[in-house]
């Protein structure tokens, strides 16, 4: 059993250890040396029947310890990064996408309701929190506990009437949306127009403020580790939520009423009470991320919330594993840092998105982590 | 039979599509632990009377009332939720879900736990659906011994008897008073056919209170399983009565047969 341990903390540690590796390679030879060790790995798992065998019952039967570690390099990563801002900031990035990505999981993935305004969503709580703080003078606290609520408030009074429709309509509608609030936001005066709304003040926790630099066990941390730990919390909280409503009758329910929607009604399921809970809920995550988006980067504009971005949380999801929480976790810490790794494809990005989900979903339309069978643990 | 005492009371159901009628003026009573047969023809509106019956379709006329109560204007769910459970000809199981949770949802309207227990007292939600996963292993096993063990496989693993079987299951799970089976023995071979025949009895003794409503094409399912028979055609009810007398009934015949096999 303790040989199982030791496996796991070494896969753990090992894959960890080749991505700092490949994320902070200057020179192109260290990061295909760092690249092509990890393919190495991957494939020798892959090829060699005995270590994956070995592995996975490692990690099945220490599901707690493989969290835990998890959890321990997560704490770590912003010491191995922190003579990287940059890569901080983009690690709380991929944080955040785990938070939207898991709202929309709950929507597009457990419940089949096919949300493509992820980035309107997002962009209300943001522009909630801009608006909230700068013109109205709230504490940032208190207004990205206030944003997520604005994103479920507009969704659930804009889609009660199309949640009742069946088919590809919501998705129609969910992609007028984001265009919808983007020409808003760039003419609506008090939103700021195309400038977007500038100076959103930091947080302020305990008289500690977010722009001070953190000290962990006596090495000085870029600032941006704050906003990292504080996403961090915030993506952890919204993955144990969502992982329980999954696993219970609520995501038995959503998943039934996508699965066939006229069993579940002749199950007595309410199939557009639970579209509309699925949404909303899902929305306030969504929500969620963009407020705290807003905070971190200390401004908001149309840009940062169009229909790009919808695409980007929905091929975190695509990739990761449609309806699977672990995938999301994957599919955000796959697809956010790659592309900022290999800036020179920058202008190439959305059409790299969209061939890889084309190839995912021809060869791998589960994910990379497919959704496993409720165990209700 | 007599109307007043019973659990089910359709009276004069109409369904139309368009100009199409596909129930006409359709009376049918199910008395409290009877098992009532439903024959007929291809189109002749046997399904779309349990379609009316759980609320799938609006009726055009007629009155459905069921345990004292009229069904008009509610929602499937609604139906569903006052004891009205069915099967569906054509399968209609989750496929990518486990087993258990193809059964779970049946019982998904009866819940005593909410959004709050399902995240913070995750306790109280464990105790309720560890009592449920045992319900639905409980169900399964009287028809296959073997089905609990593959409880958290993929149902779409399971071959065609033993998805047949679950479905039964969902729709027990939900404690039904009413169940209507919509042609149970579809798709099926005679061994196949025997078994759901031996599975339909033990429904019978486990459940002596429940109502059931089968549709069959099987007319040895029929005669095996109903206690009374109600036969369609286009859309109207042509006979009622005892197996055998049903069979015998000229109008009958005409329909399964053809008028000139029986004039012959």
Known sequence: MSRDLALVWVAEAAVFALVIAGILAERPWALGAAGGALAAAGALVRWAPGLRTALARAFARRRGAALGCGVVLALALPLALRSSPYWTFVATLALLYVTIGQGLNLQIGTAGVINLAGAAFAGLGGYSVGLLTVAAGWPSWLAVLVGPWVAVTVGAILFVPILKTRGHYLALVTIAFVFIFNILMNNLEFTGGPQGIKNIPTLHLFGYAFTTRPVLAGVELPAHANFYYAALVVAGL????????????????????????????????????????AFSIGNFFIGLGGAVYAVIVGFVSPPDFDFGYSLVMLSVIIIGGVDSIPGVILGACLLVPLPERFRFLHEYRLLLYGVVIVVMLLYRPRGLWPAQVRRYR | MSAAGALLDVRGLTVRFGGLVALDGVDVAVAEGETVGVIGPNGSGKTTLFNALTGLYAPAGGEIVFRGRRLAGLEAHAIARLGIARTF????????????????????????????????????????????????????ALFNRDLPSRGFERVGQLPQIDRRRVEICRALAAAPTLLLLDEPSAGMNPEETAELMRDLRIVREEMPGLSVVIIEHDMFVIEGVSQRVVAFNYGRKIAEGSFAAVAAHGEVRAAYLGTEAVGA
């Open chain 2, 89 to 140: 000809q054509a399968s209609r199981l989750c496929l990518d879900l486990s087993v258990f949770d193809n059964i779970l949802i049946g019982m998904h309207a009866g819940r005593r736990t909410g959004l709050v227990d399902f995240v913070v007292r995750r306790r109280r939600f464990l105790g309720e659906i560890r009592a449920a996963l045992e319900r639905a292993s409980h169900l399964l």
């Open chain 1, 238 to 277: 919204t993955t144990w939520v969502l992982r329980r409503l999954h696993d219970s009758w609520l995501g038995l329910a959503l998943n039934t009423l996508r699965d066939d929607e006229i069993a579940a009604r002749c199950s007595g399921v309410a199939v557009a009470r639970g579209k509309l809970l």
